[in-house]
């Protein structure tokens, strides 16, 4: 059936979506019918061929399905998904290893995006935001696998993920406040305890009337500002040229007159960019990083930076403690929620102890099951007076 409707596509032009519904549904009544099939399963096929034609073939069910947040293709006979934090071994399977690399190039040519045996590894996203890694032969010994990080369609805020118990009521009215006056704020955490969920909650307390510069390696936050400037890092082409990095965008960034600018996530030199634009006037800055606690995340912004700069650490130091005023760190339990275990001040640096001083403000109580209140903030941001300024 499926051969017939390959046969009878022009695919001289581009079709659209009705066309292809309206062939499928004339092959299927004239094929089903002889072949017993009910409307159930005749509707049951439709949609198979349909995905398989114009989506993502096996994989647009697991898409659509809200309960799947992570699918994981091992090889065209091998997926995984997640639910709640805990992996299952899927049913379904893709028709031949030629079919999964279809599917992959249908992905990342719509983000411009190129892979193949000469360049293996890429990172890409869907229309959603969803997160896309693939890696191919001959880097991936048993055939294509591709890993699909999948993103709540909507935005929560911080009252919500307190509803949610990510966090607790004090504690989002808190990092609310801080959001308001001004402070930096530094998402840290493992793969997949919900950072950037977290950072939209956190953008969502940015006033309207600022100015936002967004910049993300692969499109993923769903920001929703009026005066908000979305920037993407473009990889390099065939030849190795014309390459665009988050350094390159924090950088031109800084000419765009923005009030706050967002890094989704630093992973390489591009911190010393980001802590430099900290300090140089646009306080009310967020971004997010891979780390086991808030102290991990203060060496890993230090060898960072030191990867972009030739600088001594102690200068480097100097930069973090300066331009950072909180560290969020989230985490994952066993079950799979994903909840904020600690927020700390940074402090001053210390240079007789060479060193940063982190000061508890939140920190979750194992006894309590919950963030408690463990410390006075010192932070007082000048934004949050302006603006009451402005309303008086």
């Not at 992905?107 to 996203?125: L, Q, W």
């Not at 210390?350 to 920190?363: C, K, M, N, V, Y």
Request: net charge negative; glycine share 6%; proline share 3%.
């Amino acid at each position: 059936m499926y051969a017939e409707v390959i046969d009878r596509l022009d695919f001289s032009r581009e079709l659209e979506d009705r066309e292809v519904e309206e062939l499928l549904d004339d092959v299927l009544c004239r094929r089903g019918r002889p072949m017993g099939l009910t409307a159930g399963q005749r509707e049951s096929l439709r949609k198979k061929l349909f995905n398989r034609l114009r989506r993502l073939d096996v994989l647009q069910d697991l898409l659509e399905d809200n309960s799947v947040t992570e699918i994981m293709v091992n090889g065209p006979d091998t997926i995984f998904i997640e639910r709640d934090g805990v992996l299952y071994h899927c049913d379904k399977a893709f028709a031949s290893r030629e079919r999964l690399e279809d599917v992959i190039q249908q992905i990342v040519s719509r983000v411009n995006r190129v892979v193949n045996e000469s360049s293996p590894i890429v990172d890409a996203r869907l229309e959603d935001g969803s997160r896309v890694n693939v890696v191919l032969k001959p880097v991936a010994i048993d055939g294509p696998v591709l890993t699909i990080r999948k993103f709540a369609r909507r935005v929560w805020t911080l009252k919500q993920l307190a509803q949610m118990e990510m966090i607790t009521e004090e504690t989002g009215e808190f990092l609310e406040e801080m959001v308001l006056s001004g402070a930096n704020i530094f998402v840290s955490g493992g793969t997949g305890t919900g950072k950037t969920t977290f950072l939209n909650a956190l953008a969502c307390a940015i006033p309207e009337r600022e100015r936002i510069v967004l910049i993300e390696d692969s499109a993923e936050l769903k920001i929703s500002l009026p005066n908000l400037v979305r920037l993407e890092v473009r990889n390099a082409n065939g030849e190795g040229a014309h390459q665009i990095t988050i350094r390159d965008l924090i950088r031109t960034s800084l000419r765009m007159r923005p009030d706050r600018i967002i890094v989704g996530e630093v992973r390489d030199g591009a911190c010393i960019d980001m802590l430099s634009a900290m300090n140089t006037g646009h306080s009310g800055s967020l971004s997010t990083g891979h780390a086991n606690s808030p102290a991990d995340m203060l060496s890993r912004l230090e060898t960072m930076a030191l990867m972009g700069a030739a600088l001594p650490l102690a200068a480097i130091r100097a930069q973090i403690s300066s331009a950072l005023n909180y560290i969020i760190h989230l985490s994952r339990d066993r079950q799979g929620k994903r909840r904020v275990v600690s927020v700390v001040e940074v402090g001053d640096y210390d240079r007789d102890r060479d060193e940063i001083r982190l000061i508890p403000i939140f920190a979750f109580s194992e006894q309590h099951n919950r963030l408690e209140k463990v410390g006075v903030p010192s932070f007082v941001g000048e934004r949050r007076r302006a603006f009451a300024g402005e309303s008086a």
